[in-house]
């Protein structure tokens, strides 16, 4: 796979606050998909959290995290995903990914329609 330029993460309290950055670079332009998935200890498939679309340029969110999370993107192509009101259940193992062209609302939380990825950053909130 490859490779997105993921940053951000760490630990925090219950109630705090994250900011995860990924840099698309030059793998997609023009029109593309870009979410964040995350995987908790035990889990087999990793989880959609949030996607960004640049046709639409709108924003979805998983019900988890609907109110606490927000997805944005600058003119350089980087992703954020600030995270707010975080709770213990948010821990998990967070994930960019991204891919061109557009991705049908019931394709969007499938990672397996996503072929780059960031290389992953532990998210660990302690109550």
């Known amino acids: 796979q490859e490779q997105l330029s993921q940053s951000g993460g760490g630990s925090v309290q219950t109630g705090g606050s994250l900011r995860l950055s990924c840099g698309l670079g030059?793998?997609?332009?023009?029109?593309?998909?870009a979410a964040w998935f995350r995987q908790a200890a035990g889990q087999e498939r990793r989880e959609w959290v949030a996607?960004?679309?640049?046709?639409?340029?709108?924003t979805a969110y998983a019900d988890s995290v609907k109110g606490r999370f927000t997805i944005s993107r600058d003119n350089a192509m980087t992703v954020y995903l600030q995270m707010n009101s975080l709770q213990p259940e948010d821990t998990a193992v967070y994930y960019c990914?991204?891919?061109?062209?557009?991705?049908?609302?019931?394709?969007?939380?499938?990672?397996?329609?996503?072929?780059?990825w960031g290389q992953g950053t532990q998210v660990t909130v302690s109550s």
């Open positions: 996607g960004i679309y640049s046709v639409s340029r709108g």
């Open positions: 030059s793998l997609v332009t023009g029109i593309y998909s």
């Open positions: 990914a991204a891919r061109a062209g557009y991705l049908n609302s019931d394709m969007r939380d499938n990672p397996l329609n996503f072929p780059y």
